[in-house]
């Protein structure tokens, strides 16, 4: 009962009422940042199972790995900007001008002639979605009341995991009935719709950063550290340019690979330097990125999103190129990897709060992951359907065991202000490592596929493979070499598993180094 003999409600519902929208502005609100989540759970998810078709179209199997890093990149380089950004400047403008950018980037990428053009769009939904992402909490604090925002929040992760598991089936069935257009396609009138909700809500409550509101714009862009963005982002595309050229375009003693790692290390160099520099205004605090914790769960969910955005990728090219299925069955064979993750994660998430640590988990990942990872490289042209199914709910259930344990240890070690800062450091690790890897993989990926074609199918032009699709030989070839050809497909897609393996080896690093706390026992 809240009655009250005074006839009065108690401060914090009076609170709300005052504070917080209500009635259609609050579902309006809530409806907007459902259809984010959608939009958001989708887009990362549903290109993996995309590849294929646009290797058909675009003819270019050495830019596979740039149609995902390229929106991770640009993702995890603008993240810490955006969170500077709305510290500075009102939420609701900030948001509906990333919201804005995310779909103009899945315009171009709908609409793209090119692969060049694909990939660029691609880039643009990263930089809107660097907006998006960390706005969409920055606009969930002004709509939910605190002691509701552990109820929406855990409604919030729910959506944008059923947005996730779906994707790979919905992209299979929008390819097969359509085209891979449809896929980004679908995501513009969700987009724009979204961005109408929002454009009409009513002002949002008295905003937490009221004084950093009022400085003029010299001190509003000074805050936000351009110099460091401006800084970091060239440092990682150079690391990444020569990754993927070295091995494959250039040797790695060529000059522009040189030139390209030399410009990665004295422009990471000079960044850590306007760091220590910048002082309360740096983009990435040296402080909070030099406790054990966080350096810890970095690695460790790095190499865990690194290694399901790699399997992601290049089963769902065993499955079209190499196996022939269609779209939408390779997505229904993506699935056990996905509800593996979401069903351990959820378990994780319960015992954790049973039994208040959260650091066994992570021994569940490194003993288990590379066990499923190590089976995924026994794979070959004639596996039958269970191997599939099992390695991959094995390897999904693995990694969400200790998937969100970085998040967990950032809020243990960290004051309730710093703990965001700690999440955005683990989100950003968790982004980047995907950007790396799947740039590293497809030089990998070339150069296994010409060294097993050749092996396989002597006398095959292994130059001509690399202008058609993943698809496409099953048309260029005859059936009396089309085995032996994916034969050769199938080697350099199990071989470029090893580098997941690998990763899951890693993991061990992290579950050492994590301190051993617990969440009933928050650390001051």
Same mark, same amino acid.
């Given at each position: ?125 990263g930089f809107g979605f ?44 929008l390819i097969d009935a ?47 550290d351009l110099l460091g ?129 959260? %650091? ?5 990942? $490194? +003993?288990?992951? =590379?066990? *499923?990872?190590?089976? /995924? !490289? ?110 050769? %497909? ?5 071989? $470029? +598993?090893?580098? =997941?393996? *690998?990763?899951?080896? /890693? !993991? ?17």
């Amino acid at each position: 009962m809240n009655d009250h003999a005074d006839g009065q409600r108690p401060a914090n519902e009076v609170e709300d009422e005052v504070h917080y929208p209500h009635g259609v502005a609050l579902y309006s609100t809530i409806a907007a940042l459902i259809i984010v989540l959608l939009i958001s759970g989708l887009d990362i998810t549903i290109v993996a199972v995309a590849v294929p078709s646009l290797s058909d179209q675009f003819k270019s199997i050495a830019d596979i790995g740039w149609y995902s890093t390229a929106l991770r990149l640009v993702l995890s380089s603008f993240t810490f900007m955006f969170v500077k950004m709305y510290t500075v400047f009102h939420v609701k403008p900030v948001f509906l001008a990333s919201m804005a950018i995310f779909t103009l980037g899945n315009a171009v990428s709908t609409f793209a002639v090119s692969s060049s053009m694909f990939i660029v769009g691609r880039a643009t939904c990263g930089f809107g979605f660097a907006g998006v992402f960390t706005g969409f909490w920055a606009l969930f604090t002004l709509t939910i009341p605190l002691r509701k925002r552990a109820l929406y929040g855990g409604i919030a992760g729910g959506i944008e995991a059923v947005a996730s598991i779906s994707a790979p089936l919905l992209g299979g069935v929008l390819i097969d009935a359509f085209s891979w257009r449809a896929c980004f396609g679908l995501l513009l009138p969700l987009g724009g719709i979204a961005i109408l909700i929002i454009l009409f809500l009513p002002p949002l409550r008295a905003e937490h950063n009221a004084e950093n509101l009022k400085l003029p714009l010299k001190d509003k862009l000074k805050q936000m550290d351009l110099l460091g963005t401006a800084l970091f982002v060239p440092s990682i595309v150079c690391l990444l340019l020569a990754l993927q050229w070295a091995g494959t375009t250039y040797g790695w003693g060529n000059v522009r690979i040189v030139v390209l790692l030399v410009t990665f290390a004295n422009l990471l160099l000079v960044f850590g330097w306007s760091q220590y520099r910048a002082g309360d205004k740096e983009t990435l605090p040296i402080r909070i990125l030099k406790m054990r914790s966080i350096l810890a769960g970095a690695w460790f969910v790095s190499c865990c999103n690194s290694t399901l955005a790699l399997v992601e990728y290049y089963m769902s090219i065993y499955f079209q190129g190499v196996r022939g299925w269609t779209a939408a069955r390779a997505g229904i064979m993506s699935l056990p990897m996905i509800i593996g993750m979401t069903i351990s994660t959820l378990l994780s998430r319960a015992l954790t709060t049973a039994i208040g640590y959260y %650091y066994p988990f992570l021994y569940g990942t $490194t +003993l288990l992951a =590379p066990v *499923a990872a190590g089976l /995924l !490289t026994s794979l070959d042209i004639d596996s039958n359907l269970a191997k599939l199914l099992c390695y991959q709910g094995l390897l999904g259930f693995a990694i969400g065991l200790g998937l969100q344990v970085p998040q967990l240890a950032a809020q243990t070690v960290l004051s309730e202000e710093e703990s965001t800062i700690g999440i955005a450091i683990v989100s950003f690790a968790s982004q980047i490592g995907p950007v790396l890897f799947l740039s590293a993989s497809t030089a990998l990926f070339q150069n296994r596929l010409e060294a097993e074609v050749s092996q396989s199918a002597p006398g095959t032009n292994v130059t001509s493979l690399e202008n058609m699709g993943l698809s496409d030989i099953r048309n260029h070839f005859g059936q009396d070499r089309l085995r032996d050809l994916l034969l050769g %497909y199938d080697k350099a897609v199990t071989q $470029t +598993l090893y580098l =997941p393996l *690998a990763l899951t080896c /890693l !993991t061990v690093i992290a579950t050492v180094a994590m301190e051993r706390l617990s969440i009933k026992k928050k650390q001051s």
